[in-house]
């Protein structure tokens, strides 16, 4: 139910409480008279009320036409009096200042967190934005995207121009391998930079790109999904710093047992039994406000494969779901509340590799080869690794890290 529909519901309801509350009017005391309205009423209008804050304007006036609606019953006001001397008389803050109250409160007993976190803490509820960029037909429409066998999600800033060029003509390349269709999106918020539009392949929102709001990022991509590609077999969720070898991807999805994408899949570089980090200089920094629990197993977010069926079933789970900063955790968050699990794949390395460094050496190849994705990686790295791999040239005697342990 959208928030929207919430309001129409409460604001129908709130009326029929009037409508029975009148019928008190002469027979009722003044005083008990406001505490039935503030008891049947008020209490309505005031739950989870910092939630109107992403309501629009029309919504808010519908709500506040309830509270004037009371405020006149109580006073047996003529409709025509102006509303706002009585509320000042009442002592009742107006709807909008009712809920900036309460997030004032709730923000001023985190004052002391950084601002990043303040901000986080204030918009947490909010979940709706407007597309500014959006590719309908990327996957051929909603009946036609089970021709996509790997859907390439990748993270993207608006700044990162160079890495979304690089990885256009590498491992990001839209083609079919082995028969099988990958094709790729990019997903974005905004910044001070513009991004390019002639590609068509950049879904934006209007939403401050920053950290904090990668979780933010996934659960629009999702909702996005679930019209514009429901039936896509398998998603790489992962950052466009990564080499993804997604010609080895495809391979490894096709000899799955039993799954071509309607079963539960979520695997990578899986991290267990983490903890929030409470130190305020690091990056990852989560006071007790936002959580005081363990996280969830959950892969880490440089890069993870999912399954379609698993990705609607994240959708699914965020719908209830509270918002954590962290994008990784929230959807491990999310999958342990479908009671489902993620497995280790030994050929993501989201940590990156202790052996890789600037010098390139004939070895390497054969070994990225071997592997699905490894973290960290600058765009000419990148696009020297991919000519690399796919030189007809070389030649590899052992594969490593293909096991899914």
């Known amino acids: 139910m959208s928030l929207e529909h919430h309001s129409k519901l409460l604001t129908r309801n ?67 009096a102006h509303i706002t001397p009585i509320l000042k008389a009442l002592h009742w803050l107006p709807v909008t200042f009712r809920f900036n109250f309460k997030i004032l409160v709730l923000t001023f007993r985190a004052f002391s967190l950084p601002a990043h976190i303040q901000q986080f803490i204030y918009y947490r509820h909010c979940r709706h934005f407007p597309v500014l960029l959006d590719i309908p037909d990327k996957c051929g429409g909603s009946e036609k995207s089970s021709n996509v066998f790997l859907l390439l999600v990748i993270k993207s800033s608006p700044g990162n121009f160079d890495r979304r060029e690089v990885l256009r ?35 934006q929102w209007d939403f401050d790109e920053s950290f904090f709001n990668l979780t933010l990022k996934q659960i629009l991509f999702f909702e996005w999904m679930k019209h514009r590609c429901p039936n896509v077999h398998f998603l790489l969720n992962g950052d466009d710093d990564v080499f993804a070898n997604t010609d080895g991807m495809v391979e490894y999805l096709t000899d799955l047992p039993g799954n071509n994408g309607s079963s ?47 990705a609607m079933v994240i959708h699914n789970m965020s719908v209830s779901t509270e918002v954590h900063p962290i994008d990784d955790v929230y959807i491990g968050m999310c999958v342990e509340k479908a009671g489902l699990l993620p497995t ?42 991919w000519k690399k791999i796919n030189d007809p040239h070389l030649r590899c005697g052992v594969r490593f890290g293909e096991d899914n342990v």
């Open 169 to 203: 003509k590498t491992w990001a390349r839209e083609r079919q391998h082995n028969g099988l269709w990958i094709r790729r999106i990019f997903i974005s918020g905004t910044a001070g930079s513009g991004v390019e539009k002639e590609h068509r392949d950049i879904l």
């Open 264 to 310: 539960h899949l979520y695997t990578g570089y899986v991290i267990y039994n983490a903890a929030p980090i409470r130190s305020s200089e690091s990056k990852y920094y989560i006071p007790n406000q936002i959580t005081a629990e363990l996280y969830p197993p959950y892969c880490s977010g440089g890069g993870y494969l999912l399954s379609g069926h698993t």
């Open 14 to 80: 709130c009326f029929y409480q009037l409508r029975k509350i009148s019928k008190l009017r002469t027979i009722v005391p003044r005083e008990d008279l406001e505490m039935i309205i503030h008891a049947f009423v008020s209490s309505r209008l005031d739950y989870c009320n910092s939630l109107f804050s992403c309501l629009n304007k029309k919504e808010l006036s519908r709500l506040q036409q309830v509270q004037n609606s009371a405020a006149r019953l109580l006073t047996r006001t003529n409709r025509r």
């Open 344 to 385: 280790v794949h030994t050929g993501v390395k989201t940590l990156g590799l202790t052996m890789y460094n600037l010098i390139l050496d004939e070895h390497e190849p054969c070994y990225m080869k071997g592997l699905l994705l490894v973290h960290r990686f600058l765009p000419a790295q990148i696009y020297l690794m």
